[in-house]
């Protein structure tokens, strides 16, 4: 699955970078503000826990290639580590549905290691560049942490697809700023409910 995943991304960039009026490269590193979008994990019928969540701070940064095809329209696709996840605020365990009481967890949180790979469409106005994309992601690892326990470990080959929306504002010297929000569609490891939802303020440089 990686092979393919990979193979397919090169001969993307390959077919459209020979169709390319102008070609630029770039790197990125900014602001992440994530959460998962799960309500509760589950071991099956018996055990239910709830969870309330909340956003977590963290960072991004990467590189990428610009496309321009005429001076407005363009299209960028790069490469980026970004760590995500969420604060947990309370859960609340139910056992055979009979509540268990509800605890608060104001230390807690979940930690994704996420390698993705953002493609976006761009129109230009004056430097001002509305954007519309999707993010290919791969977890690499997580961690978890409940009150004063912490787990670590590997992801489980789980792969995100989302859909994005953003601007960037471009000065004429290369540097340029941005700010993006994801919507991820792919449900992560086994429960069905966990969705990233990130928000990405940035700042850049182009060559």
Do not use: C
């Not at 993307?12 to 602001?31: H, M, S, W, Y």
């Not at 969540?53 to 580590?81: C, D, P, R, S, W």
């Not at 604060?87 to 509540?99: I, R, T, Y």
Request: glycine share 10%.
């Amino acid at each position: 699955m990686k092979k393919i995943f990979t193979t397919l991304v090169v001969a993307v960039a390959t077919i459209l970078t020979v169709n390319a009026q102008e070609v630029k490269f770039g790197a990125r590193a900014g602001l992440n503000f994530s959460t998962l979008s799960f309500t509760e994990f589950s071991d099956g019928a018996d055990i239910r826990v709830k969870f309330d969540t909340n956003f977590k701070a963290n960072f991004h940064f990467g590189v990428f290639t610009e496309i321009g095809f005429t001076n407005q329209m363009l299209l960028e696709a790069g490469v980026a580590y970004s760590q995500q996840g969420s604060k947990l605020k309370s859960a609340e365990a139910f056992v055979l549905g009979v509540s268990q009481g509800k605890e608060n967890l104001d230390s807690s949180y979940f930690s994704l290691n996420m390698i993705n790979i953002p493609v976006w469409l761009k129109y230009d106005i004056h430097g001002f560049r509305p954007k519309v994309g999707v993010n290919l992601g791969y977890l690499a690892s997580m961690e978890a942490k409940i009150d004063d326990k912490t787990m670590t470990e590997k992801g489980d080959d789980s792969f995100d697809f989302g859909l994005g929306i953003g601007a960037e504002y471009n000065l004429p010297m290369g540097l340029f700023f941005d700010a993006n929000f994801n919507l991820g569609l792919t449900s992560l490891g086994n429960n069905p409910s966990a969705k990233n939802r990130v928000f990405q303020i940035g700042i850049g440089y182009k060559f």
